[in-house]
């Protein structure tokens, strides 16, 4: 499913892998993506991968990627993660190695973010085509609060038009 995902996207999938398992969930929801979609854009996933690690551990080393423009207004992003993680329920998390599936409405997100990259003709699935696919969930409480802060389908579509540059070409 994530061969056509940028190594940007699979860092999205990895935190919100990550975020589940800490929080003992037994699907990796919407909010857990947005938690990891917000991580990447800022920069700040290896955060919270230097947060799992074990004392005496060494920590992965990331790969650097190349710079790009955040997507989300950086005072807005705080406020939005605090605001998703209230949401998110909490319970005794689960091991790391432990496989974790998808809910429906991420598997639907998947596929319409494959969609928007197909409809666009982009090499690979970036985390604004992720985005793009989680806010065709109009019933759902992030994408409301993604809305409340100004971000719209419409907006990441109007991103998603200009020209393209990924880390994998």
Known sequence: MFETF??????VVFAARLTAGQRGAATIEMGDLLLGVLLEDQDLEGSLLLS???EGQRPAKL???PSHIPFFPLGATDKLRNRIEKL??????VARTAEIP??????RAFEEATHIQNTYHHKRIEPLHILAGV?????SQYVKLLQEIGITKEQVLQRLSQPQTSEDE
């Open 63 to 65: 790969e650097p990627l």
């Open 102 to 107: 998808l809910s429906p409405d991420l598997k």
């Open 52 to 54: 799992n690690i074990r």
């Open 135 to 139: 806010l065709t969930e109009e019933s």
């Open 88 to 93: 998110l329920s909490q319970s005794e998390a």
């Open 6 to 11: 940028s190594m940007r996207a699979r860092r």
